[in-house]
């Protein structure tokens, strides 16, 4: 029995294992549901749950193959020996997050960050001071934008949120893609569909897509339910549109 993980619907990498996992033959497509969180199919038991999560089972040996984000990777398993297959239809980059006129003076008193273990390694690579290391679950940009002279440290993916929130970001890595990881072997048959281009096409086109449209639909929904009427003039930095609400 094969045991597979992949992260759940609340990452945007859900889409990514469930598409692979059909496509290779672990997951009858008709037994698939977004909110099911355990499948066993065959010869192949598939459990989907968030990707720090994934990280643990796979260290303890709880998994033979996982599909995850190489941050997560990076921050909780630097020194298990897995077998890797890059799948580069989305990549983010860490990096080191503030106002303007703190990040040129590359000195802070606290650095907000959820990968405590990778960024004592980036600063201390890249040379960079800093008074304390504070870990948080998540949106870490929040907290350099509360309090005068800190910094976050965190993955960047579009740079939408540090454009509109008026930070800088400095990269700290390169580009880091989500890959399919295993304590032994990569099944031939997720190498195969790995090498799928059309269907990697699709997928790069999808989380381009859904990135790019994301914000936007929140947007419109906030509209709707504000009774903004059946369209709404939004005007961004150096551009105007026009949202048609359905």
Same mark, same amino acid.
């Given at each position: 029995?094969?045991?597979?993980?992949?992260?759940?619907?609340?990452?945007?990498?859900?889409?990514?294992?469930?598409?692979?996992? #059909?496509?290779?033959? /672990?997951?009858?497509?008709?037994?698939?549901?977004?909110?099911?969180?355990?499948?066993?199919?065959?010869?192949?038991?598939?459990?989907?749950?968030?990707?720090?999560?994934?990280?643990?089972?796979?260290?303890?040996?709880?998994?033979?193959?996982?599909?995850?984000?190489?941050?997560?990777?990076?921050?909780?398993?630097?020194?298990?020996?897995?077998?890797?297959?890059?799948?580069?239809?989305?990549?983010?980059?860490?990096?080191?997050?503030?106002?303007?006129?703190?990040?040129?003076?590359?000195?802070?008193?606290?650095?907000?960050?959820? /990968?405590?273990?990778?960024?004592?390694? =980036?600063?201390?690579?890249?040379?960079?001071?800093?008074?304390?290391?504070?870990?948080?679950?998540?949106?870490?940009?929040? /907290?350099?934008?509360?309090?005068?002279?800190?910094?976050? =440290?965190?993955?960047?993916?579009?740079?939408?949120?540090?454009?509109?929130?008026?930070?800088?970001?400095?990269?700290?890595?390169?580009?880091?893609?989500?890959?399919?990881?295993?304590?032994? /072997?990569?099944?031939?048959?997720?190498?195969?569909?790995?090498?799928?281009?059309?269907?990697?096409?699709?997928?790069?086109?999808?989380?381009?897509?859904? =990135?790019?449209?994301?914000?936007?639909? =929140?947007?419109?929904? #906030?509209?709707?339910?504000?009774?903004?009427?059946?369209?709404?003039?939004?005007?961004?930095?150096?551009?105007?549109?026009?949202?048609?609400?359905?």
């Amino acid at each position: 029995m094969l045991r597979i993980g992949i992260p759940n619907r609340s990452s945007l990498l859900h889409t990514l294992g469930a598409a692979h996992c #059909i496509a290779a033959g /672990f997951l009858p497509r008709e037994k698939y549901s977004a909110p099911r969180l355990y499948y066993r199919c065959g010869n192949a038991e598939i459990v989907l749950t968030r990707c720090a999560e994934l990280c643990t089972m796979m260290q303890h040996g709880d998994l033979d193959l996982m599909l995850n984000g190489g941050d997560y990777v990076a921050e909780c398993l630097p020194d298990l020996k897995m077998a890797t297959l890059p799948i580069p239809v989305m990549q983010v980059r860490f990096a080191l997050i503030a106002p303007p006129a703190v990040i040129s003076s590359q000195s802070f008193s606290l650095i907000y960050t959820k /990968f405590p273990r990778l960024a004592r390694t =980036l600063l201390s690579t890249q040379r960079i001071q800093y008074e304390s290391l504070v870990l948080v679950s998540g949106g870490v940009e929040a /907290f350099c934008l509360m309090h005068s002279g800190s910094a976050a =440290l965190d993955v960047v993916c579009t740079g939408a949120t540090v454009e509109m929130n008026e930070l800088n970001a400095v990269p700290l890595s390169e580009p880091v893609v989500p890959a399919w990881y295993a304590r032994q /072997f990569i099944p031939q048959s997720i190498q195969d569909v790995a090498a799928d281009e059309a269907l990697t096409h699709r997928l790069r086109d999808y989380f381009a897509a859904h =990135l790019a449209m994301r914000d936007r639909v =929140l947007e419109s929904v #906030i509209d709707q339910l504000m009774g903004a009427g059946s369209s709404a003039v939004r005007t961004l930095p150096g551009k105007t549109e026009s949202t048609r609400l359905v």
